[in-house]
């Protein structure tokens, strides 16, 4: 069964230099999630959308914002990196409607790296 | 707003042994869910059993199975038979039923490491 797939994988930039990140939901899937995990921590949420509109905010700083597209896919978009932002970044969809606990299934992350 | 605590940052288990994780959870609200998602190395994020606090019937998934107790707010992962490829970071999540925040939110984790 396709899953979600997120690119690139990993992902190495400077400080101050700008970062997208892309996620494919599960074909259907009408709603994306995206987590960041810092090294030894839990994911924490940062933002999610539901039929291409923000359906829920967290943690996510300024400098990030998220967008979703026609197709469903989401892009996260990172500007002025810092160090703390090496993270792992996971993106999960769900179908709204697809079950009562809406699932969230998580892709294989994108691991950025700040130097 | 809702916290998730897991109070065991590693728990070890022999091969074949059974082994519990604790996880508690503190909310104002009555409906919510609650998962226990495995972590191995590879970093994947794999749900491995799912309880809705409005059913009091204990989920059970193989070797799997949880102790939800709603009114002390505690769900606990119960693995039994343990396999070498158990062994992981295994997290608590809580999610609330109510429209328009279904944002999963995690304890700290529990390393489990399983001994042959």
């Known amino acids: 069964a396709a899953g979600v797939i997120q690119s690139p994988r990993h992902l190495i930039k400077e400080k101050r230099e700008t970062a997208t990140l892309k996620c494919y939901p599960i074909p259907r899937h009408d709603t994306v999630y995206w987590y960041q995990q810092g090294p030894g921590q839990d994911p924490q949420f940062l933002i999610s959308f539901y039929e291409k509109m923000q359906s829920d905010k967290g943690s996510i700083p300024d400098r990030f914002s998220a967008q979703q597209f026609s197709d469903y896919h989401s892009e996260l978009n990172m500007s002025s990196l810092e160090l703390g932002d090496s993270a792992l970044y996971f993106c999960a969809s769900s179908l709204q409607r697809g079950g009562p606990y809406n699932e969230q299934f998580f892709g294989p992350g994108t691991r950025l790296t700040v130097l | 707003a809702q916290t998730v605590t897991q109070s065991q940052p590693e728990m070890s288990v022999q091969e074949a042994e059974t082994v519990t994780l604790s996880c508690t959870y503190d909310t104002s609200e009555s409906d919510y869910y609650l998962f226990w998602y495995k972590q191995p190395p590879s970093r994947q994020m794999i749900l491995v059993i799912r309880?809705?606090?409005?059913?009091?019937q204990n989920a059970t998934e193989n070797r799997f199975s949880v102790n939800f107790q709603k009114a002390a707010k505690s769900f606990s992962l119960k693995i039994s038979d343990s396999q070498l490829g158990d062994a992981a970071m295994y997290f608590c999540a809580y999610r609330s039923a109510q429209g328009g925040s279904e944002k999963l939110v995690f304890g700290k984790g529990t390393k489990l490491t399983v001994n042959p």
């Open positions: 309880q809705e606090a409005y059913k009091q």
